[in-house]
């Protein structure tokens, strides 16, 4: 994935911490202060700033004064970073080639070890709070018991099966913790 991700902002004409700075504020209309996507991206706050200047000079992202601390801003994307950001997912590298060749059952087994994996970081403050359905105020797990598609989502009010769950959705709004710890007990009952 490393490599996918060489790649993707080799093409882009950005590095890879500029790529990932992107991809993170992807569907956040109100944008991340510097310290929160330092947090998200394990970097430290000025090599975030680094590269948060170099897109903002490049157009990508703009800086606005924070409402909630005057010296803060909060960075989100523009109209060009957007684009940039959704040409870049429409990419299908080696790792995304490689799960493809993969039986749906294994993919599926991988992906839910992943949920878990992620899950257990977060529990952990090993890693912030990803944008994945376990941890989404939406996310009702196995609401149809039975169905092909068990849970369900709230924010577009639909069904939907073990495949389609989301490490990191645009639309996650995180839920509060007692919240968090009761979905991810039904999910693992489930």
């Not at 490049?58 to 109209?79: F, I, N, Q």
């Not at 709230?154 to 710890?181: M, N, S, W």
């Amino acid at each position: 994935m490393r490599v996918d991700d060489w790649e993707r902002a080799k093409q882009a004409g950005i590095n890879p911490t500029q790529l990932a700075i992107l991809d993170l504020l992807e569907g956040r209309a109100k944008g991340l202060g510097v310290k929160d996507i330092a947090a998200h991206l394990g970097v430290s706050q000025p090599t975030a700033t680094d590269s948060i200047n170099a897109l903002d000079r490049k157009g990508l992202v703009e800086k606005l004064p924070s409402p909630a601390d005057r010296r803060a801003v909060a960075v989100r994307l523009t109209a060009d970073g957007a684009a940039l950001s959704r040409k870049d997912d429409a990419m299908d590298g080696a790792a995304n080639q490689a799960m493809g060749a993969l039986p749906v059952e294994e993919q599926e087994r991988l992906l839910l070890t992943m949920v878990k994996l992620i899950r257990e970081l977060q529990e952990a403050d090993a890693i912030p709070i990803q944008r994945m359905c376990a941890s989404c105020k939406y996310f009702a797990p196995f609401a149809h018991p039975g169905a092909a598609q068990p849970h369900h989502c709230r924010f577009v009010d639909a069904a939907f099966g073990q495949r389609e769950l989301r490490i990191d959705c645009r639309d996650h709004e995180i839920a509060d913790p007692a919240a968090r710890a009761a979905t991810w007990d039904a999910f693992q009952a489930g």
